[in-house]
Nanobody
């Protein structure tokens, strides 16, 4: 069974940091690109970061560039999202998702086949 499980969310003050984890099982992680998405109440889901199969390529939404870092440890079947300098606008449910890319060195936010159930991040003072 192909699964992704997010963890690490919680309540953090503005300016603080959190590290989210995406634990995967049921497939070979290094065959898959991974994307991180978020959805705030009343808003559309948006892609925030993605990483290619080996980690050689990463992309970030403009809203998080310079503050968030995505990484992966394929041996541990886990992908991470380090979030720094958090603001209330970062409050959302964060999801990880996976796809087998047509070109292994690329990543984007389209065509994700497998999704986790999300972890809530709340940024508030």
């Amino acid at each position: 069974q192909l699964q992704l499980v997010e963890s690490g969310g919680g309540l953090v003050q503005p300016g603080g940091s959190l590290r989210l984890s995406c634990a995967t099982s049921g497939f070979t992680l290094d065959d898959y690109a991974i994307g991180w998405f978020r959805q705030a109440p009343g808003k559309e889901r948006e892609g925030v970061a993605c990483i290619s199969t080996t980690g050689s390529t990463t992309n970030y939404a403009d809203s998080v560039k310079g503050r968030f870092t995505v990484s992966r440890d394929n041996a541990k079947n886990t992908v991470y999202l380090q979030m720094n300098s958090l603001t209330p606008e970062d409050t959302a449910v964060y999801y990880c998702a996976a796809r087998e890319p047509l070109i292994a060195s690329t990543c984007d936010y389209d065509g994700m086949d497998y999704w986790g159930k999300g972890t809530l991040v709340t940024v508030s003072s």
